[in-house]
């Protein structure tokens, strides 16, 4: 199974920032260490017109040369360096690499990304571009292309994003507010950030303390909802581990059981119905960063038993 990581562009953050950076490459040393049948690559960076697809110039080039305004800055969370603009493209390519990857072999997943907050024109916490979108659109051009040697296709590429992070991914319901050709569903804490909410195509909120039980039932209604409703041919997946009771910045208090349950109703669902799945990291702040690690690479293990039954299945 391919996974694709960008982690040793590091950004150079302040002492004390409560971004826990190191986790990515702790994740990719657990990763190596643990699942042999994970090929690690590094992602390549996101070109201008990929980046394009979902993001307007002005911001585009103002990432580019260090040119966004203080303001801007602080509301993503990271000051500018061209480290930070580096991993920013970088994590997009993990996930544009993902997605093409899963479109062939059934699954694949980029070690970060899962940038949701991020919008046309901005970013904001802790997101710079939004990897997810630019995914959805670049697929959707290939698909119409038929690169692979499929032939130019007539019909488009439906791509549900099931977003799992315990915040709402404003930037991604924004930016696909008006394209019925991608469904957005967001499952996420009602009083945590964003505090201004975006309207995906389905929102679940949940109550602050909200444990296993209560958050797999709302998972389940949810992806019932999503199967009546629109019929994918892509899944992107943001895998948050912030869901977790021990996240500082998650307010829930699901266990690592049911973080696993959760991974599993996800990939069974797409499994079952054959639709090639790429998946993110998203966030994860656990109080002990072993926890967001340890969530991570059950995600991990549960993404490979998956990606080996499509190989069981395909000629």
């Known amino acids: 199974m391919h996974a694709y990581y960008a982690d040793h562009f590091v950004l150079p953050l302040p002492e004390g920032h409560r971004f826990p950076m190191a986790k990515y490459r702790m994740l990719r040393d657990r990763i190596a260490q643990h699942l042999p049948g994970v090929t690690l ?12 697809l979902a993001h307007t110039p002005d911001y585009i080039h103002a990432i580019a040369t260090g040119t966004l305004p203080p303001a801007a800055q602080r509301e993503i969370g990271f000051p500018w360096s061209e480290a930070m603009a580096e991993r920013a493209r970088r994590s997009v390519g993990a996930t544009v690499a993902a997605s093409r990857v899963a479109l062939q072999q059934g699954v694949a997943g980029n070690l970060a990304g899962g940038t949701h907050h991020s919008y046309a024109e901005k970013g904001s916490g802790f997101c710079v571009f939004n990897d997810v979108a630019v995914a959805a659109r670049r697929m959707q051009a290939e698909w119409v292309q038929g690169q692979g040697g499929q032939g130019v296709r007539q019909h488009p590429l439906k791509v549900a994003v099931i977003d799992l992070d315990v915040h709402q991914g404003n930037g991604t319901a924004h930016i696909f507010q008006s394209d019925e050709s991608v469904f957005t569903l ?33 998972l389940e209604h949810a992806i019932d909802t999503l199967d009546r409703r629109f019929t994918p041919g892509l899944v992107l997946y943001l895998a948050g581990a912030d869901p977790h009771e021990g996240d500082r910045l998650g307010r829930l208090a699901v266990s690592h059981d049911g973080l696993e349950a959760r991974d599993r109703r996800v990939f069974d669902w797409a499994w079952q119905r054959r639709i090639p799945l790429a998946f993110t990291m998203a966030g994860g702040y656990g109080r002990d960063l072993e926890d967001t690690l340890r969530a991570q690479l059950t995600t991990w293990q549960v993404a490979l038993h998956y990606h080996q039954r499509w190989q069981n299945v395909r000629p």
Request: charged content about 30%; overall charge negative.
């Open 41 to 52: 690559q590094v992602a390549k960076p996101a070109s201008d017109s990929e980046l394009a």
């Open 186 to 218: 967001s499952l996420h804490g009602a009083r945590n950030f964003p505090f201004r909410k975006e309207p995906s195509d389905l929102d679940v909120e949940l109550p602050d303390g909200c444990a296993d039980d209560e958050y797999l039932n709302a």
